[in-house]
């Protein structure tokens, strides 16, 4: 709670910053503020408390996902200096939201009651659909914006409408109590409904088939650093909470709630791999890769253990530091040209290095190779399920990462094989060139050293 409370007091003294015309102050500050909260929230990871009747949970799972959450924040704080340089005037609002956004995203991991998890999904909507729609010149992002907003409200009216079932149905809002009653008491069919309706909901937050047709178009309107908090932060929080949900709402998991969840899975793994084929549009391949990783990481919910916790833990990291290095690189060569394609990728190998090592290295760790990370995610989820029994999704899901690989290797071979004399020699970036090395560094070693997250549960 504590956590929540700082990150809360950080984001109205970044307005109060603004006010006092101090705005060169928003982005240290908040970083090094961010820094402190995350600290103290490693470090109090252990620590198991309610507060206010049970409304707000730290638990284990949810200080280990708000510390992924804050760690994800800063680096997104660090690129905004370079993305927000000709919008300075209105930065204090860019990472105020950004704040509020964080804070909503830990309320969705922490919740204990009902209304608390749809406030945290309000504050992050809201936040979301206002960043969506930041760049108000280009008509692409008030389209991204309008999209977002009118299909994301609909889905939290399904969420809501879910919500008022289960309470009709078990008399509480209390997700504990909740979980009992459905243990020991025989429940009307609207409470099996409403946790239906809560779970389609937020299949359509992490943009899971077949509720995904959102995504490309929102992703590649939307800012791309929107665009990289959506694809990271965004969709770690909703896969996160929708494991929780499901863990509570679903405690003996029947075998045809486990079959829909296999099935969406395959599904997002293959549709989004197949589309993502086809794209020349960087956001939208990376939207439609997105969709995909969200169908891995619900292989987790073949298993709602603290081994399943665990290894969905371990791959929303591993996504997560891969997907802000591609996403910070994606910044640094596309700020100034008029569109995303990966023809903008062509002799980035020889004009920037180091540049073209980050993103290779992102693009291998998503694709599942060894040392990186992204390997030992999927290595843990697939013996998971294997061991569960689900041998057809673990083949599906290994021909997918396979399939995967070729579009990743679509932007290594622009960038290496492909050398353009027409492409201008591209300048380093220092905020970018950190935040880029140190998420690949994190990737690397949480691959050679995979206990370094596991241990956390």
């Not at 006092?20 to 490693?42: M, Q």
């Not at 010149?137 to 079932?165: C, R, T």
């Not at 697939?382 to 070729?406: D, K, M, P, R």
């Amino acid at each position: 709670m504590n956590t929540l409370i700082a990150i809360g007091v950080l984001a109205v003294l970044v307005l109060i910053l603004e006010i006092i015309n101090l705005r060169k102050l928003v982005i240290p500050i908040s970083i090094v503020g961010l820094l402190a909260i995350l600290v103290y929230t490693i470090c109090n990871i252990d620590h198991v408390e309610a507060y206010y009747n049970d409304m707000f949970i730290s638990t284990k799972f949810s200080s280990a996902f708000s510390s992924l959450f804050i760690a994800l924040t800063i680096a997104l704080l660090g690129l905004s200096k370079n993305f927000y340089k000709d919008s300075i005037s209105k930065i204090a609002d860019y990472i105020s939201l950004k704040l509020f956004l964080l804070m909503g995203a830990i309320c969705m991991v922490s919740f204990g009651n009902m209304a608390l998890f749809f406030l945290g999904l309000e504050i992050l909507s809201i936040a979301l659909y206002i960043l969506c729609g930041s760049d108000p010149k280009n008509i692409k992002s008030n389209e991204a914006a309008m999209k977002y907003f009118l299909l994301g409200s609909f889905a939290s009216g399904v969420i809501l409408f879910g919500i008022a079932l289960v309470y009709g149905a078990t008399g509480s809002f209390n997700i504990q109590q909740i979980s009992e009653i459905s243990q020991t008491t025989a429940l009307p069919v609207w409470f099996g409904l409403g946790s239906i309706l809560i779970i389609i909901g937020m299949l359509f937050k992490i943009a899971a088939v077949p509720f995904h047709f959102w995504a490309p178009d929102v992703y590649q309107g939307a800012p791309t650093l929107t665009t990289a908090m959506m694809s990271t932060l965004v969709k770690v929080t909703a896969i996160a909470t929708l494991f929780k949900l499901t863990q509570d709402l679903t405690p003996n998991l029947s075998i045809n709630i486990t079959f829909v969840f296999v099935v969406i899975a395959i599904l997002s793994m293959t549709i989004g791999n197949i589309m993502a084929i086809r794209q020349q549009s960087v956001k939208r391949l990376l939207a439609y890769s997105g969709i995909s990783h969200a169908g891995f990481m619900m292989i987790a919910l073949t298993s709602l253990t603290t081994l399943g916790a665990s290894n969905l833990f371990y791959y929303a990291v591993a996504y997560s530091v891969a997907g802000i290095a591609a996403f910070a690189i994606l910044i640094a060569v596309t700020q100034d040209k008029e569109n995303d394609f990966i023809d903008n990728f062509k002799s980035l190998g020889y004009t920037n290095p180091l540049y073209a090592a980050i993103m290779s290295i992102a693009l291998l760790s998503m694709g599942g190779i060894p040392i990186f990370a992204g390997f030992f995610g999927k290595f843990f989820l697939f013996t998971q399920a294997f061991e569960n029994g689900f041998i057809a999704l673990v083949i599906f899901a290994i021909i997918n990462s396979i399939i995967s690989i070729y579009y990743y290797m679509k932007i290594i071979i622009a960038m290496y094989f492909h050398k353009d004399q027409e492409q201008p020699q591209l300048k380093g970036k220092l905020c970018i060139q950190i935040v880029g090395v140190i998420a690949i560094l994190i990737n690397i070693a949480i691959g050679l050293y995979p206990s370094l997250l596991t241990n956390f549960f």
